[in-house]
């Protein structure tokens, strides 16, 4: 990446039928954001740049698979809100990001992101090298590149959060198979795959299971381009954790479709390789996609690592 090449800056681009289901205030906020396309090419999203001046974090969200930065779309209003300067991305070959040069899985994509930070902290987005925290947030998929980012440049960020994150080599019992979709000749037939996906992985209540849940899935599995991902299923976090220098907070949804049964094991874990291992969470009736299901308590347990 030329990291004398300014980023191109567009307003923000929401589909009609997600901002359809937004508040008009939080649909307002968001639209308040700049959407930032570096080389690559690889798009980020940003609000709150003006409270950098104030003091203010630097949190960058980064989604799961099969998603986008709309993965948080319930949590970067109130967090804008709370006068962070926020960094949503699109993780390369997700959303409106380009595939990675070379790969087709989560270690791909360690130095896209790296040298896209590096752009960053140089200048291109005017962000202090070193005068404030910059966490890193990662859900799921993005909690595996956080985690394998930091390992690899611990100087990148002061502060980790792992949020449903797989890639620790253990496996539920309980596991229910994802169904396929895109061979299916009728939307109707679509949508009923995709409930079964979100009820099955993404959502513990189906009351849950809103139109804004529907529309933001239906948009982001759409533009995954990484189908044949495997490494979610292998200990590469796990082996991560204990060259990850700067503290590592974990959130779970407490029925994480992804360890259902098992999560005292991942807790154990975290506490017996994690050496840096400032705080773990589990939030009560949510699934795997938190931030999403159980957004209030999401933020309360967010807060707390910040």
């Given at each position: 990446?030329?990291?004398?090449?300014?980023?191109?800056?567009?307003?923000?681009?929401?589909?009609?039928?997600?901002?359809?289901?937004?508040?008009?205030?939080?649909?307002?906020?968001?639209?308040?954001?700049?959407?930032?396309?570096?080389?690559?090419?690889?798009?980020?999203?940003?609000?709150?740049?003006?409270?950098?001046?104030?003091?203010?974090?630097?949190?960058?969200?980064?989604?799961?698979?099969?998603?986008?930065?709309?993965?948080?779309?319930?949590?970067?209003?109130?967090?804008?809100?709370?006068?962070?300067?926020?960094?949503?991305?699109?993780?390369?070959?997700?959303?409106?990001?380009?595939?990675?040069?070379?790969?087709?899985?989560?270690?791909?994509?360690?130095?896209?992101?790296?040298?896209?930070?590096?752009?960053?902290?140089?200048?291109?987005?005017?962000?202090?090298?070193?005068?404030?925290?910059?966490?890193?947030?990662?859900?799921?998929?993005?909690?595996?590149?956080?985690a394998l980012?930091?390992?690899?440049?611990?100087q990148d960020?002061?502060?980790?959060?792992?949020?449903?994150?797989?890639?620790?080599?253990?496996?539920?019992?309980?596991?229910?198979?994802?169904?396929?979709?895109?061979?299916?000749?009728?939307?109707?037939?679509?949508?009923?795959?995709?409930?079964?996906?979100?009820?099955?992985?993404?959502?513990?209540?189906?009351?849950?299971?809103?139109?804004?849940?529907?529309s933001v899935?239906?948009?982001?599995?759409?533009?995954?381009?990484?189908?044949?991902?495997?490494?979610?299923?292998?200990?590469?976090?796990?082996?991560?954790?204990?060259?990850?220098?700067?503290?590592?907070?974990?959130?779970?949804?407490?029925?994480?479709?992804?360890?259902?049964?098992?999560?005292?094991?991942?807790?154990?874990?975290?506490?017996?390789?994690?050496?840096?291992?400032?705080?773990?969470?589990?939030?009560?009736?949510?699934?795997?996609?938190?931030?999403?299901?159980?957004?209030?308590?999401?933020?309360?347990?967010?807060?707390?690592?910040?």
């Amino acid at each position: 990446m030329n990291l004398l090449q300014q980023p191109i800056q567009q307003p923000i681009q929401i589909a009609p039928e997600v901002l359809r289901c937004l508040p008009p205030q939080v649909a307002a906020s968001l639209l308040s954001g700049c959407r930032l396309q570096l080389p690559g090419p690889m798009v980020w999203h940003e609000w709150g740049r003006e409270c950098l001046d104030q003091g203010a974090s630097t949190l960058v969200l980064l989604h799961g698979g099969s998603g986008s930065w709309m993965h948080w779309i319930r949590n970067i209003a109130p967090l804008v809100a709370d006068g962070f300067h926020v960094l949503a991305v699109d993780l390369p070959g997700f959303g409106d990001s380009a595939l990675p040069e070379q790969g087709i899985d989560v270690d791909a994509l360690i130095e896209p992101l790296h040298a896209a930070w590096q752009a960053t902290v140089q200048g291109a987005f005017q962000l202090p090298r070193s005068s404030k925290q910059v966490s890193f947030i990662g859900f799921s998929f993005g909690g595996m590149a956080a985690a394998l980012w930091l390992a690899a440049y611990p100087q990148d960020a002061t502060n980790l959060v792992l949020v449903g994150s797989p890639g620790l080599g253990i496996q539920s019992p309980h596991r229910v198979p994802l169904k396929g979709w895109r061979h299916l000749a009728t939307e109707d037939l679509q949508d009923q795959a995709h409930r079964h996906n979100l009820l099955t992985l993404m959502l513990h209540d189906e009351r849950k299971l809103d139109d804004l849940a529907m529309s933001v899935h239906r948009l982001n599995v759409a533009r995954d381009r990484m189908p044949r991902r495997r490494l979610s299923s292998t200990p590469i976090v796990a082996n991560a954790l204990p060259r990850i220098e700067c503290p590592v907070h974990v959130i779970y949804g407490e029925w994480d479709a992804l360890y259902q049964a098992c999560m005292s094991e991942v807790e154990k874990l975290f506490k017996n390789t994690t050496p840096r291992l400032a705080s773990w969470q589990l939030v009560e009736g949510a699934g795997h996609w938190v931030q999403f299901e159980a957004a209030e308590a999401f933020q309360l347990a967010l807060k707390k690592t910040l």
